[in-house]
């Protein structure tokens, strides 16, 4: 073991020397994270912060103020947010592709049928028209699959639940205090085996419970993810601070990770594909993880610009110079 610094050190960590020999995946997009919404290259910005504008596609944003999310050039899938202003009407016909929406605020009628917040409507492709309307206004998060196989999701109906009325499914993890729940909202949701989720992935809601930490860097393979982070605090050394509007999203294959949470973590998390994990050491994760959860503050909120004064981000940064 070496410290990590010598001298007036002022990170309390201390790495095993092949620690430093580890690959490092991120390195390889410059150690950066991106604000350009291309699913090929790994973002993390706050989408709280974007400024509303208007987008060409998908046809239900037209006349509508849209904040675009994430974008993947080759198939059109897009993830985006939609400011619905008081007694909009919009008929979804779903013929290029299927629309799912998050109600995030605000009242949304599908077919007669009215959501409120933390509702969830599905239009698979070509299962429309369903007649759209928010008599008080919404704001809701938007994912648009021109990419969608049929006759596998929501029994190729129009799909209306609200998340309070899911249940939460425990991930089993025996040897860990502090877990993971989630209420699938793509359905039907395969969440045993391998792989989770169908053909075209998941959508799912997550709560990571406070004091979760995992020291390994995860990756999925051939399956693109992103998370929308609705509130709490959420931690990865490398990559930043994550809290209530920071999307965050992964390339195929990009390890990510450790992971911690002090007060817990709501998101919402959608995969574009069935999702393994793979689960790989990371450079003193168990030290970062460990110091993040006897020094972070219950009370200050999570801005992702503390990032860059982190100790644990700082030390991350002097493990990639050591490795050189
Ligand atoms: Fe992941």
Known sequence: MKPLLTGESQYPFEFPDEALAAVRTFESWG?????????????????????WGSVSDPPIAHGVEARLLTVDAASGTTTLMLRLPPGWTYTETAEDAAVELFIAEGDLTVNGERAGAG?????????????LSSEGGAQVFLWWS?????????????YVTNVVSEPWIVTEMPDVTHGIMHKALRVPDPCEGVFHGGPA????LILITPGFGE??????????????????DFFMPERG??????????PPDLKHG???????????????????????????????TQHYLNTRSYIEPAWTEQWLEMTEYQAWRELVALKG
């Not at 150690?31 to 400024?51: I, M, T, V």
């Not at 021109?146 to 129009?158: G, R, T």
């Not at 992935?201 to 799912?204: E, L, Y």
């Not at 020291?215 to 709490?232: A, V």
Request: charged share 20%; net charge negative; aromatic share 14%.
């Open 31 to 51: 150690g950066r994270n991106f604000a350009d919404h291309k699913r090929d290259n790994p973002q993390l910005f706050n989408a709280y912060e974007l400024s």
């Open 241 to 250: 601070y994550m809290g209530p509007g920071t999307v965050f999203s992964n």
């Open 119 to 131: 509702g969830f409507v599905a239009v698979p492709k070509d299962c429309g028209p369903a007649e």
């Open 201 to 204: 992935g998941s959508i799912r």
């Open 258 to 288: 450790g992971l911690v949470t002090q007060r817990g973590s709501l998101m919402l998390a959608h995969w574009a594909s069935p999702i393994s994990a793979v689960f790989e050491d990371f450079p003193a994760g168990p030290e970062i």
């Open 146 to 158: 021109p990419e969608w196989p049929s006759d596998y999701y929501y029994e190729s109906k129009v």
């Open 215 to 232: 020291p390994k860097q995860e990756r999925h393979h051939n399956c693109y993810e992103e998370m929308i982070f609705l509130s709490g």
